[in-house]
């Protein structure tokens, strides 16, 4: 069974500060990577993603994650942060050998708040 | 519309209550779960549709939740009996499967919070 956690469930930070949020997943098998993120009053929407290639994956807005699997982590980072990414950011594992199908596992999440 | 759509946003009922729950997901998207959220808590998985049949049922929590897509679009959870650990809010994905693996990446509604009284 996978599992994924996200050890810090809330991470203040002043506005253009660097951030990382942490994550460490478990799984018998090999995996796909992904973060969510959850704006105020909104639904969950993809961030990025890790499926193959280059270890280290980048968003549009600026964030970036690296998958290390020898310490079965996918930490997400950003070297300086904004207002606007104030949200609840949730890390996901899915399993490769799902035949067709992800069955995708969240961490319980951890909000971000940059504080002007 | 353009995304996943969840009605109704909120729902109070009262202890011992049925709860229909509705999710219209992304046109053309084959794939759709349902996933619950309690405070604090992460997303949790429940169970997945492929067309019209649940194709991995193991997240429901007991025989009272039940969820249907009968004609591969719009998909219902129902809660039969409910019970105040029912409250959270329930999410509905969809994703497009573009190849035999899939991407993972899922759209997800809004959701329907459910407080149970």
């Known amino acids: 069974a996978q599992s994924v956690t996200q050890l810090d469930s809330q991470v203040p930070v002043f506005e253009e500060a660097p951030v990382e949020l942490r994550c460490n997943y478990s799984s018998s098998v090999s995996v796909y990577l992904f973060w969510y993120v959850q704006y105020p009053n909104q639904g969950l929407q993809l961030l990025l993603k890790?499926?193959?290639?280059?270890?280290l994956v980048e968003s549009i807005n600026g964030f970036e994650a690296e998958f290390n699997k020898s310490q079965t982590s996918f930490h997400l980072r950003k070297p300086s942060v904004h207002i606007s990414d104030t949200a609840e950011y949730f890390c996901?594992?899915?399993?490769?050998?799902?035949?067709?199908?992800?069955?995708?596992?969240f961490g319980t999440g951890t909000k971000l708040q940059v504080i002007p | 519309g353009a995304g996943v759509s969840q009605t109704p946003s909120n729902k109070v009922t009262e202890k011992g209550k049925y709860v229909e729950l509705r999710c219209d997901p992304i046109s053309g998207h084959t794939a759709l779960y349902w996933y619950r959220q309690s405070l604090g808590q992460g997303p949790e998985f429940l169970i997945y549709f492929q067309g019209t049949g649940a194709a991995d049922d193991s997240g429901l929590p007991n025989d009272r939740f039940f969820a249907v897509r009968p004609e591969g679009s719009v998909s219902t959870l129902k809660i039969q009996r409910t019970e105040r650990g029912d409250s959270a809010v329930y999410l509905c994905?969809?994703?497009?499967?573009?190849?035999?693996?899939?991407?993972?990446?899922?759209?997800f509604g809004e959701g329907s919070r459910l407080t149970v009284l």
């Open positions: 890790y499926l193959s290639g280059s270890t």
């Open positions: 996901a594992v899915s399993d490769r050998n799902s035949g067709g199908y992800q069955k995708v596992t």
């Open positions: 994905a969809s994703s497009p499967l573009r190849d035999s693996l899939g991407t993972g990446e899922l759209f």
